[in-house]
């Protein structure tokens, strides 16, 4: 730890909250600062989809930590502040309130924002879902009988959708492709959860999406590429998101679709990059990608934290994580290990998704790459070896 005596963390998210209490648990006892733009403390995001959206969970059940714990641990919590600005010859990370925060080493956090659509700003009833207060601002809106479209047919859309339906919104889901989550979910989980959604009453639309209309300074409904207008009282624009890099424009960081670091972590001297602004090493592709899931958030702030401390010597370790997920649709509940190619073959290996719960494993040239559990979470760890592993465990299943 020669020389490091003050490090900041930019970004209060799960990924940088993550990698300040790492950095005390391994013994780091300098200067810490954890600068986050919204004025909460630290909380999982996950729920603002689900519990939160659906009014299930207040604010407080998400919070990631007791409200002590930054004090208790030394850590100076700068919360309801951008950074603005890094100075890597000066060393200092500039806020958004003209702070300057001296730095041995900066951890860039900063995650990503959602997309927007064309034609949404200053509409009134144009909704996104990154933070709690958009959940509540959403949930807010969803009287019985509002006309909600979701523009995205994503994991986020998909969960909004639900939730949403369950608050009595008449709800509408666009997106490219004729059945949602067919690339992540593989077809049999996927196809459960298209029925999920047509026994909730949810309307599927496939369609590309061009931009929002309005009238009067609120939004009238989601144009797409065929022309047609769908109507809306209320849009949730779900669309994807970009990284928040913009601060760092001058500050010699690499930046090219998020924070360009190596498989370490390290993105430059004294400048490491965590969770969903990481643009990293993929191993299974050979090139580079940011990952937007939460355990890899967490499972990569602990990695870059202790790397940060070891250098980028003998004692650091490449973070290579198998790739996980999951995701709540209805009474479904669906992990995903590794990635799944919608041509590949699968085979299930518990269940049936006739029952509505199984497990199943996706192949290629001879070996397992990835992996879907619905509804059977006691199949993880079988699962997670699978994948790992590349090797089919016994007993020999049916072919699907």
């Given at each position: 730890m020669t020389g490091l005596h003050k490090i900041v963390v930019v970004g209060a998210g799960a990924a940088g909250a993550t990698t300040a209490e790492t950095l005390r648990a391994q013994g780091y006892d300098g200067r810490l600062t954890l600068v986050g733009a919204e004025p909460h403390e630290?909380?999982?995001?996950?729920?603002?989809?689900?519990?939160?959206?659906?009014?299930?969970?207040?604010?407080?059940?998400?919070?990631?930590?007791?409200?002590?714990?930054?004090?208790?641990?030394?850590?100076?919590?700068?919360?309801?502040?951008?950074?603005?600005?890094?100075?890597?010859?000066?060393?200092?990370?500039?806020?958004?309130?003209?702070?300057?925060?001296?730095?041995?080493?900066?951890?860039?956090?900063?995650?990503?924002?959602?997309?927007?659509?064309?034609?949404?700003?200053?509409?009134?009833?144009?909704?996104?879902?990154?933070?709690?207060?958009?959940?509540?601002?959403?949930?807010?809106?969803?009287?019985?009988?509002?006309?909600?479209?979701?523009?995205?047919?994503?994991?986020?859309?998909?969960?909004?959708?639900?939730?949403?339906?369950?608050?009595?919104?008449?709800?509408?889901?666009?997106?490219?492709?004729?059945?949602?989550?067919?690339?992540?979910?593989?077809?049999?989980?996927?196809?459960?959860?298209?029925?999920?959604?047509?026994?909730?009453?949810?309307?599927?639309r496939q369609g590309r999406v061009l931009g929002v209309e309005g009238a009067r300074g609120a939004v009238t409904g989601v144009r797409l590429a065929d022309g047609t207008l769908l109507p809306a009282d209320a849009v949730l624009v779900a669309t994807g998101s970009l990284p928040n890099t913009e601060w760092l424009r001058g500050g010699g960081v690499p930046v090219d679709n998020g924070v360009v670091c190596d498989a370490l972590g390290a993105a430059g001297p004294g400048v490491w990059a965590v969770g969903d602004v990481a643009n990293r090493p993929d191993a299974s592709t050979g090139g580079r990608r940011r990952r937007e899931h939460r355990t890899q958030a967490t499972e990569q702030a602990v990695a870059v934290a202790r790397n940060l401390l070891a250098g980028t010597g003998t004692g650091a370790t490449p973070f290579a994580p198998l790739p996980y997920f999951w995701t709540d649709q209805h009474d479904l509940k669906i992990q995903v290990f590794g990635e799944i190619d919608g041509t590949e073959p699968s085979h299930v290996v518990e269940g049936s998704p006739a029952e509505g719960r199984f497990a199943a494993v996706h192949y290629a040239d001879g070996r397992v790459r990835a992996a879907v559990a619905v509804n059977l979470p006691r199949a993880a760890g079988r699962l997670r070896r699978m994948v790992l592993s590349g090797v089919l465990e016994a007993p020999t299943p049916s072919s699907v």
């Open positions: 630290p909380y999982d995001r996950p729920p603002l989809s689900k519990q939160i959206l659906a009014g299930s969970w207040q604010p407080d059940r998400i919070r990631l930590r007791a409200p002590d714990t930054y004090d208790r641990l030394g850590i100076d919590l700068r919360l309801g502040t951008d950074a603005v600005g890094l100075d890597r010859t000066g060393r200092t990370v500039e806020l958004a309130d003209g702070t300057r925060l001296p730095a041995d080493a900066v951890v860039v956090a900063t995650g990503v924002r959602p997309r927007r659509l064309p034609g949404d700003e200053g509409l009134s009833g144009v909704h996104v879902l990154r933070t709690v207060d958009d959940a509540l601002a959403l949930r807010t809106a969803l009287t019985g009988g509002v006309r909600l479209v979701v523009a995205g047919a994503g994991l986020l859309g998909t969960e909004a959708a639900v939730a949403a339906r369950g608050l009595g919104a008449d709800v509408t889901l666009v997106g490219p492709d004729p059945v949602p989550l067919l690339g992540p979910l593989g077809p049999q989980a996927a196809g459960l959860v298209a029925a999920a959604h047509r026994g909730l009453g949810l309307r599927v």
